[in-house]
């Protein structure tokens, strides 16, 4: 599948690494949709993990950015969606291994706990690794969802 548009969410916690993945990724010259948010002021992370999850089940973007403080609330709302499979990365290994393994489809991020040079890093690993499919990758991943 070739990557055209990635849909882009964070909490509070995540709207400065939200803003420098989302140029990062115009560079790339990928359409972004962000779906919020922009303030410091509170807001829920699971409305923005469904926001993701909607943009990809319709076909408006094909993968997925998710940054809250620590990764971990928006990877597990993510995760309730059947058709999302959230990988949530603190290295570039971990971002290339959850494309070639899991053919993740989104990329969560914790903004509190991942520098920002870190976190373009497992951006560009998981837009530049395809997954290697293959019978035992392709069985366990259908095992999903």
Do not use: W
């Not at 990928?30 to 089940?57: C, H, K, M, N, Q």
């Amino acid at each position: 599948m070739t990557v055209k548009t990635v849909a882009l969410a964070s909490d509070h916690a995540g709207t400065q690494m939200k803003a420098e993945l989302k140029d990062a990724l115009a560079k790339r010259g990928l359409e972004v949709l962000d779906l919020g948010t922009d303030g410091p002021e509170s807001v829920d992370y699971p409305d923005f993990a469904d926001a993701v999850a909607a943009a990809i089940r319709d076909g408006r973007a094909q993968r997925g950015v998710l940054i809250c403080g620590t990764g971990i609330g928006i990877s597990i709302a993510a995760n309730r969606h059947r058709h999302i499979r959230a990988a949530l990365c603190s290295d570039p290994t971990c971002a290339r291994l959850a494309r070639e393994h899991n053919d993740a489809n989104v990329l969560a991020l914790g903004a509190r706990v991942v520098g920002i040079e870190i976190a373009k890093d497992c951006l560009t690993a998981f837009l530049d690794t395809p997954f290697e499919g293959g019978e035992r990758h392709s069985r366990r991943v259908g095992k999903l969802g």
